[in-house]
């Protein structure tokens, strides 16, 4: 009976193309529209060297030339002054460098480019001065390794991994994943119609059949998750090898998370269905006004509301399916450990069963005068 039921489920499933548009096709429609808007993001974070033109006074190499050099910022052309302005009144060059006994830049606008060549000059200049006035007042510090020292540069922060991607775009297909997972709650609600009598003339024909309603919802439920975590996991698939989007070592976990995601969705969807004996349209509404709040406070549409949540009533983020699921995908990529990870991995597995619970509880005790 069981594997007979899964099996018609399922079918009916597959067979309905709106669902499945829904579920499947417009998600991937985002996918791509997020693929195209972010594609060049952390190509546009990478630094670019700054084409610059070097007029000297001095045939052989000074030591403004070895340290422009060693700096490794920019693209050097040493030209005369005259092929200088042509190159910086056609923007090819965002600026030139008089060398003399006084250095000087002349630009032609101001801009980021500008100010880190004029940050470079300003430090080197200083450092030579410094470095003349110690040489005039204490010659003797010539002979402890003096410019050994004075060319060292000190670093006192430390860097530290804070995951195992370092692409931030990871995070928005995070949020696009939540989002298909969390359309389950509506497939979850359909199961709960079919064995409704007041609902649907075949709800109606399958409660006057006698079996129990655990017996008819339980392979319902199975061939919905079958279904759901399968469009998901399709999802997840065309990401990471269609777009290419590297979730690196954490394929695994998403998918798990994924799949546990999958249950609490579905499992949410047929507790409201069976708390709320009405019509479809009604059901439908007050799931997508429960899934969209979620969210919101989830810090999909807003990430600063996430943390005010957090902050300042910590207890809702640890009861909605929809921060759990983003939280346990944001772990992956902010957190080296899995800690928090699983955390948010049991609490949604422990709301979708409680959801189960409450969902069979009502069922069973819901009778009608007449089919």
Not at 21 to 32: D, K, N, Q, R, T
Not at 66 to 76: M, T, V
Not at 132 to 140: H, L, Q, W, Y
Request: aromatic share 12%; glycine share 4%; charged share 15%.
């Amino acid at each position: 009976m069981f594997f007979h039921i899964y099996k018609y489920q399922l079918k009916l499933k597959l067979k309905d193309k709106i669902s499945t548009f829904w579920s499947l096709a417009f998600p991937v429609i985002l996918a791509l529209l997020f693929n195209v808007a972010f594609s060049n993001i952390m190509n546009g974070e990478e630094f670019q060297k700054i084409d610059i033109a070097v007029v000297s006074e001095f045939e052989e190499t000074t030591n403004f030339d070895n340290a422009l050099k060693e700096s490794d910022l920019f693209n050097i052309k040493k030209v005369d002054k005259k092929r200088a302005e042509v190159l910086l009144a056609s923007n090819e060059i965002s600026g030139y460098i008089n060398e003399g006994n006084e250095i000087s830049i002349i630009v032609s606008k101001s801009g980021i480019n500008q100010s880190i060549l004029k940050e470079f000059v300003d430090t080197y200049e200083q450092r030579s001065s410094t470095i003349e006035n110690i040489i005039k007042t204490n010659p003797e510090a010539l002979q402890n390794n003096f410019f050994e020292e004075v060319s060292t540069m000190n670093v006192y922060t430390k860097e530290i991994s804070i995951g195992n991607s370092t692409n931030i775009v990871v995070i928005y297909f995070y949020t696009l994943i939540a989002m298909v997972t969390l359309l389950g709650a509506n497939f979850g609600c359909d199961d709960i119609l079919n064995i409704q009598a007041n609902q649907s003339p075949r709800a109606a024909r399958i409660n006057v059949a006698p079996e129990n309603k655990l017996k008819i919802f339980l392979p319902s439920l199975c061939a919905t998750m079958t279904y759901h975590f399968s469009i998901v996991f399709i999802y997840i698939l065309f990401i990471n090898k269609i777009l290419k989007v590297d979730f690196g070592s954490t394929l695994g976990p998403v998918i798990l998370l994924a799949f546990v995601a999958c249950f609490a969705a579905v499992s949410m969807g047929t507790m409201i269905s069976a708390l709320i004996n009405k019509k479809l349209s009604i059901k439908t509404a007050v799931i997508l006004v429960i899934t969209m709040v979620g969210s919101f406070l989830s810090g999909m549409m807003a990430v600063q509301v996430k943390y005010l949540v957090q902050k300042y009533v910590p207890l809702v983020s640890y009861i909605n399916p929809a921060n759990l699921i983003t939280d346990g995908l944001y772990s992956l990529y902010y957190y080296d450990g899995f800690t928090r990870y699983f955390i948010n991995l049991g609490l949604l597995g422990t709301l979708g069963i409680i959801f189960i619970i409450i969902t069979y509880l009502v069922l069973r005790r819901q009778q009608y005068a007449s089919i």
